[in-house]
Structures are given as structure tokens and as C-alpha cells.
């Protein structure tokens, strides 16, 4: 294709994101509305959104501080457990309240304590949700500490993943944040019921990244960025044109002091940018033309919603971002790339 400097797209989407709550929603959500007109919110807070009325708490809380005139819409989620309800969650999707309800196995990243400890004790839940056509999000890692954290995704897909496929065959689900070749493959070659989402940090770094001249606590987030052969294949999966892959950042801010600490969060910050940087990614691959369906058509295609209205333009200027962004308290949390050049800007 040949080199652009400006395009507009559809407004885009972003199917996974992590807003919070208080002070640090607060100092967030306005940089994920300024970028997206949609955006599916994680379940994760410290009390985990576990039932349709404290989603549409949580909801409420997001709206308060962007705005009606943000034009802004939170998809919200639920928090699966052992003991998810089904005549919650069910009407809970029918009315609108959950878009789709997020499984993590118990102990896998950032609050996870309560999630699932195993995928048998919600086989009547998941039954339920392909019956109604409600989505199921998937964070991939098996929780098994005799494997290396580098293999969890893959040994996940084995072990968890085809046999949940098998055993729900119309049940809509995504492999969320992938991170390897081995997701890549198993996306595309699996059916037409599976998709994925792909982070803008794991088509930018890889694993040595996070150890380039020091420790980078910043760059540390879960599942792990892989060596670069998994990144490549990252790039390619999502410049592909497949319409499986589709955007979503994983940003997921926490303070600096919880970043920079004996034992750091996992968690990169990308949404004061995210838009930005994957321009730079489809630019650098020659595959600007496969932007718009991955950042705006792709997902709401998978989860049956109709596309934005809205356009936004990118731009070929370089522009910075701020170091830090404030979250009260004293406390900041830093932006991924904070201080260095973006060589594409939203204009609106
Ligand atoms: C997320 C968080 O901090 O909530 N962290 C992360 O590294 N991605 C949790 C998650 O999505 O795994
Ligand atoms: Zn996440």
C-alpha cells in the first residue's frame, strides 16, 4: 500500500480494557473515550463484579465521570465464579446489563483470587451462555505453577481451551490478550466461534524487553510478553485481514509505587496512547488498509453489535506523551512509551 500521512477510520472499539474505579478511573477512562466510542470493561476491581446490579453500579460510576456527552458506552462484564448464578447472569445479558461474562482461572493474574478453580464447576453456567449467545472471555493461562509462565498460554489452549470448544460448539468465546504463535494458529485454524484479542505492548515488545539494560517493571504484564517469534506472529495475524483477531489494549493502569515494588503488579498502561501506537504497528507492516477492520469492525461483527458512527483521523505527526499521569493521592501511573515519540496522532 502505498505511504500515507492521514486516515480516518470508523470510530474504533476496544474489547478489553481495565477502567477501575475511584481516583484511578477518574484519571483513566477520559483517555480510553477520547480514543474508542465502545469499550468492554473488565469485571476485576478489588470486589469483583460479580452480579447484573453491580455492573450497572459500576456502570453508573464510569458515566459519572465521563459524561453522557462523551458519547462514550461501557460494555460491562461479570466476574465468573465458582458460584455464578445463571438466573442473574442470563437476564443480566438479555436485559443488557453484561455484554459477556470473563473467566479467569482462580490465581492467574490481578484479583483473580475468586475466579474459577475449575471450568467443571460452571458447566451448567457456560451451558446457559451458549444457549443465550452470551460471550465468553477468556484469560489463557493455566495457574499450574510447575509450568513455566512462558508456556501457560500454550499448555492452556491444550489443556482448558479445545476441550471447552468441544464441549460448548456454539458457545461465542475469545481467547483474550494472546500472546504466541501457538494462540495464533489455534484461532485460525479453529472455529468460527473463536476469536481473539491482541494488545498493542505484545505486537510492540517482546520478553527481552522487560530486561533491556535493567528490570522494566512497566513492561510486565500477564500473560508475559513471548520471544520475538511469537510477537512476529502476532503482526501478522492481526495485518492479515483475518477478521478472528480484533483490538483490545489489556491496559491496565496501577500506581507507579505498585509497578516499581518488591513484587511489582502485573499490568501496562496503554491507554493514554493505544490507538496511536497500533497505527505505528499496521504503518510499519505496510497494512494500513487492514487497520479499520481490526480496530473497528472485526469485534463488533463477533459479538453481533452494529459498527460506530463516528470517524476518527490519525495523523502522521509525531506528538509526546506525558511521563506520568496523575491518579490523586500523590500517586502517578506511566503510560507505555511515556517519553517517547508517537509517530501518529488522533486528530478529532
Ligand atoms: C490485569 C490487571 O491488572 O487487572 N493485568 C495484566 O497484566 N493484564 C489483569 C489481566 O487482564 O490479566
Ligand atoms: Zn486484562
Known sequence: MA?????????PDDWHVHLRDGDMLKAVAPLTARQFARAIVMPNLETPITTASAAEAYKERIMAVLGEKSGFTPLMTCYLTDDTDPDDLIPGFELGAFTAAKLYPAGATTHSTGGVTDIARIEGVLGRMEKAGMPLLVHGEV?????????REAV???RTLAPLLERFPGLKVVFEHITTSDAVDFVSSGPQTLAATVTVHHLMI???DMFKGGLRPHL??????KRDSHRLALRKAVTS???KFFLGTDSAPHAVSAKEADCGCAGVFSAASALELYAQVFDDEDALDKFEAFASLNGPAFYGLPVNEGRVTLKKTESGL??????????TVKPFHAGEAL???LVD
Not at 505511504?3 to 470510530?11: G, Y
Not at 510486565?220 to 510478553?225: F, I, R, S
Not at 506525558?322 to 500517586?331: I, S
Request: with cysteine; net charge negative.
Open 241 to 243: 485481514g483475518n477478521a
Open 220 to 225: 510486565y504484564c500477564l500473560p508475559v510478553a
Open 3 to 11: 505511504k500515507t500521512n492521514e486516515f480516518t477510520l470508523i470510530r
Open 343 to 345: 509517530a501518529w496522532t
Open 143 to 151: 495457574t499450574d505453577p510447575d509450568i513455566d509462565i512462558f508456556d
Open 206 to 208: 517482546n520478553r527481552s
Open 156 to 158: 492452556f489452549i491444550e
Open 322 to 331: 506525558p511521563a506520568a499521569v496523575e491518579v490523586g493521592g500523590g500517586e
